[in-house]
């Protein structure tokens, strides 16, 4: 394959709804951890990896160079607008997901609605939170697209260790789901243990407007989590 269209290969997924770029070591490995289907991957210095592997990977079978492929430092700048400082970028497939099946899962684990995030990172970065507290998904509305680069980035590829999907609030109450909307807002009870039902959908509202109307007469309970005074970030 030439330079060029190794290139416009990795420009071309970036927009792709059925693919993901995974920039840097640590969204790869998680991503090859559960099970992505990787399509292509390319970095600057096996060695360099193969230590990465060795030191925050170990589990992963096999060297970095049966995965990775050598790309000049010219062609490895090219692939992505801030080139990864791990030396390493792939393409993977993104995972199908349902929203139905997430909604109506029958663990007691809660799934997290992000209503209308603006801020890639912060949905990367909710990912990690869900993905790290045993959240049964992560559901997002808004224009903002969960799988994002920079969006897989900030959750360190872990888009890949539960469902991750984007839908739209009239999809995610009603019959099609059997969970009880708790919607997260300054004007609900503290949170406190229990308060928070088993099998429940917990919505976080925007950065800036937080709650809609739209979401908070739809819902059935809402909580407030406690913060030093000052502090206006969770809720």
């Not at 030191?55 to 790309?71: H, L, Q, R, Y």
């Not at 243990?193 to 908070?216: C, D, K, N, T, W």
Request: hydrophobic share 45%; charged share 15%; aromatic share 4%.
């Amino acid at each position: 394959m030439s330079r060029k269209t190794l290139v416009e290969r990795f420009r071309s997924a970036r927009s792709d709804p059925a693919l993901a770029v995974l920039e840097g070591f640590h969204p790869l490995k998680h991503a090859i951890r559960f099970g992505a289907e990787l399509i292509e991957a390319v970095g600057l210095d096996m060695a360099e990896l193969e230590g990465l592997r060795a030191d925050f990977a170990p589990d992963i079978a096999g060297s970095m160079d049966e995965i990775v492929g050598v790309v000049p430092p010219d062609v490895f700048r090219r692939l992505a607008p801030i080139p990864p400082p791990t030396g390493v970028i792939a393409i993977a497939r993104r995972p199908e997901v349902s929203l139905s099946k997430v909604l109506n899962d029958p663990s007691p684990s809660s799934v997290v609605l992000l209503e209308n995030p603006r801020n890639l990172l912060n949905i990367g970065a909710a990912v990690r939170v869900a993905a790290a507290a045993g959240a049964a998904g992560v559901v997002t509305t808004g224009p903002q697209d969960p799988w994002n680069p920079a969006a897989l980035i900030a959750g360190a590829g872990l888009q890949y260790a539960l469902p991750v999907t984007r839908t739209s609030i009239g999809h995610i109450t009603g019959p099609d789901s059997s969970r009880l909307l708790v919607v997260v807002d300054p004007s609900g009870e503290p949170l406190e243990q229990g308060s928070v039902p088993a099998h429940a959908l917990l919505a976080f509202g925007s950065e800036r407007g937080g709650i809609s109307p739209q979401l908070m007469a739809l819902a059935d309970g809402c909580v407030s989590i406690p913060m030093a005074p000052g502090v206006s970030s969770l809720n």
